[in-house]
């Protein structure tokens, strides 16, 4: 209710002429959140129809992981085989166990491969998977040198695959692109997942309209024209995030843990379900971080961010981004925190700029305003004569107002109107003054002769008795 309330708040900042009551904000909220709804589950359905299509995109990162460190560790052979080549040499060796050597060159003419060396590689894959039985890499190198039978050629192949180690193991690639379910309805629950994720990110442009029309209500037509290529930004940065996470971020983080669990003897199965929720989280995380000039232009078109608070508070705003970024990124790891962080500070600065930008031009605006309704004050007619006699009117009220004779009439009006505020009095009627002129004055009976004496026992006359 809290977040709600300062949510109205803004809104009503942004359009002071037409604010609302709660009730109001409630209704609004309703239809952006049904308008969204909709287009998510419209977007989804469509998203649906090319479910292939999408795992082949979600598994490319880990398919490219898994191909870049297989060549890696294959560059050290001659003859080099290619990827392919290895899996089917791998897969052919251990088929053709227990043929004899003429078996095993007509087997191999129709399992294998066009390379004229495919035999070959058989040969090296069979020798180099019976040698990772021993744990002890110089005990498993010495074993290769001194294979008896073989030629030197093999020997030399067998010490750059010993070196280079490349995964042996049976169906590796398929238990590591292709992934593993464990869950019989975890196949339809994880195409639902890659549509609604591949709808989110087509449908973002309508999204972010609906918000930015529910929080900026009351646009102008200026604004509203001007609302479109920022969209058109919003949807640029929010694809460059994504597009940027997905071939930069992703694969190298992926060859981080990859190499990592290979060093510590771990062998890397993951599950198709975890990774789709890895990755899908990875990449939206970066979208929704290259959203941050939008964010920020809107706080200050709503007058709550501006220039000079951003340009003073940059290293709080740098220490936010550092902690928001720790706390979004699905791995704990510094090196995706930076690759994170770094391109959220340079938006950031950007952001700075622009407000600087905005804050110019709204003072260049308000200046020429204020020019161009000076020129055409001057511009009307008769409007410098009537200037002209307005300041010359005004200078002889001035000039009559500070004359000796104004101010000394000007004392006594004062002094006139505290007596009459103090007093009240407003001078005798006329014609009561008349009345009281021709009626005689008797004395009053209580108050007795006037002549006779106040004190009666003073008097050698009085008698108490009669």
């Not at 900042?13 to 409630?26: C, G, I, Q, T, Y």
């Not at 479910?51 to 082949?56: K, S």
């Not at 929080?215 to 940027?244: D, N, S, W, Y």
């Amino acid at each position: 209710m809290f977040l709600l309330t300062k949510l109205f708040q803004i809104r009503d900042s942004s359009n002071p002429d037409a604010e609302k009551p709660f009730l109001a904000h409630l209704d609004d909220l309703r239809v952006t959140l049904s308008r969204i709804i909709l287009t998510l589950v419209v977007a989804t359905l469509v998203c649906y129809v090319f479910r292939n299509q999408l795992m082949d995109v979600i598994r490319h990162p880990v398919e490219q992981v898994w191909s870049q460190s297989q060549k890696e560790a294959l560059s050290g052979l001659n003859p080099k085989p290619t990827l392919d080549t290895w899996e089917k040499a791998v897969k052919v060796s251990n088929d053709a166990i227990g043929l004899n050597e003429a078996q095993r060159m007509h087997f191999q003419k129709f399992a294998g491969t066009e390379d004229e060396n495919f035999a070959f590689h058989v040969e090296s894959a069979y020798h180099f998977r019976i040698a990772l039985a021993i744990s002890d890499i110089k005990k498993r190198e010495r074993y290769v040198a001194s294979i008896p039978g073989i030629s030197d050629q093999q020997h030399k192949q067998l010490k750059a695959l010993v070196k280079g180690n490349p995964n042996a193991e049976l169906d590796a690639r398929g238990r590591m692109v292709l992934m593993q379910s464990l869950n019989p309805t975890e196949g339809f629950m994880l195409s639902v997942k890659l549509a609604f994720f591949a709808a989110l990110v087509l449908s973002f442009p309508l999204l972010l309209l609906f918000l930015l029309q529910f929080v900026l209500p009351g646009l102008h037509k200026e604004e509203q024209r001007a609302l479109f290529p920022a969209l058109g930004i919003g949807f640029l940065l929010f694809l460059t995030g994504v597009l940027f996470a997905y071939f930069v971020i992703l694969p190298n983080v992926l060859d981080f843990f990859y190499q990592y669990s290979m060093d510590m003897g771990i062998q890397n199965d993951w599950r198709i379900g975890y990774y789709i929720s890895f990755a899908t989280q990875f990449v939206l995380i970066f979208g929704l971080a290259f959203e941050l000039p939008v964010v920020v232009m809107t706080l200050v078109k709503l007058g709550i961010l501006s220039y000079e608070m951003m340009r003073n508070t940059r290293s709080y705003a740098v220490l936010a981004i550092v902690v928001i970024a720790a706390i979004i990124t699905p791995t704990p790891d510094a090196l995706t925190l930076g690759l994170l962080a770094g391109p959220m500070y340079v938006l950031y600065e950007i952001c700075i700029w622009l407000a600087y930008f905005m804050d110019k031009k709204e003072k260049a605006k308000e200046e020429a305003e204020e020019k161009e309704r000076m020129a055409r004050l001057l511009a009307a007619p008769g409007a410098k004569s009537r200037a002209d006699d307005d300041e010359s009117e005004d200078e002889s009220e001035e000039e009559v107002a500070t004359s000796p004779a104004a101010l000394e009439s000007s004392d006594e009006a004062e002094a006139s109107e505290d007596i009459d505020e103090d007093d009240g009095f407003v001078g005798p009627d006329p014609e009561e003054e008349d009345l009281y002129s021709q009626a005689p004055i008797e004395p009053d009976e209580d108050e007795g002769d006037p002549d006779e004496p106040e004190n009666r026992d003073e008097d050698p006359n009085f008698d108490p008795l009669k």
